[in-house]
């Protein structure tokens, strides 16, 4: 169990180095988001033009981390997300990884992951039974579970054992 615990914590940090240093200097030494001076190829990133995706936020009540109470400011800076398709979660009693893995991921967060793709995908005409998609055990398999290809008015539902896609009636 000691293992398993560290094999996953430890995987979630395996990344480039220049990768995990310039996100420390535009995100948090320039606060290059936040300041609405953060670029991509070049061009001006403005947070505004977000409009038609559903946003949900969670942090946990004790994150010694990420302090409770930034998620109001990520809602803040995408104010052309309607209201109803925004969700900030606070989970009570958690920490930093208990947002991300263990029972309160998988009894109260992977639940409103869920929902919130069931919304968003009724929105765009895509109907399933809920059923068909599986639970995620933690945040790499949440955060990897569903995209939406609203274009064609699909969802795809990735999981490391299937691939489900849901096509629009």
């Not at 290059?32 to 991509?40: K, P, R």
């Not at 109470?69 to 930093?96: R, T, V």
């Amino acid at each position: 169990e000691f293992r398993k615990f560290y094999d996953e914590f430890l995987a979630v940090e395996d990344m480039p180095a220049e990768f995990y240093l310039q996100t420390i200097d535009e995100v948090f030494i320039k606060e290059s988001i936040t300041n609405g001076t953060m670029e991509l190829d070049g061009e001006l990133i403005d947070l505004g033009d977000i409009n038609d995706v559903t946003m949900m936020t969670v942090e946990g009540e004790q994150d010694d981390i990420s302090a409770p109470g930034q998620q109001s400011g990520a809602h803040d800076l995408c104010p052309n997300i309607p209201d109803d398709m925004k969700l900030a979660h606070l989970e009570p009693k958690a920490g930093h990884y208990g947002i991300f893995s263990g029972r309160r991921f998988k009894e109260n967060i992977a639940q409103r992951i869920i929902a919130m793709t069931y919304q968003a995908a009724a929105r765009k005409g895509i109907e399933y039974d809920p059923v068909d998609l599986p639970m995620p055990q933690t945040w790499a398999d949440a955060k990897a579970t569903v995209y939406a290809d609203y274009d064609r008015k699909n969802a795809v539902i990735n999981t490391p054992a299937s691939t489900i896609t849901l096509e629009a009636a």
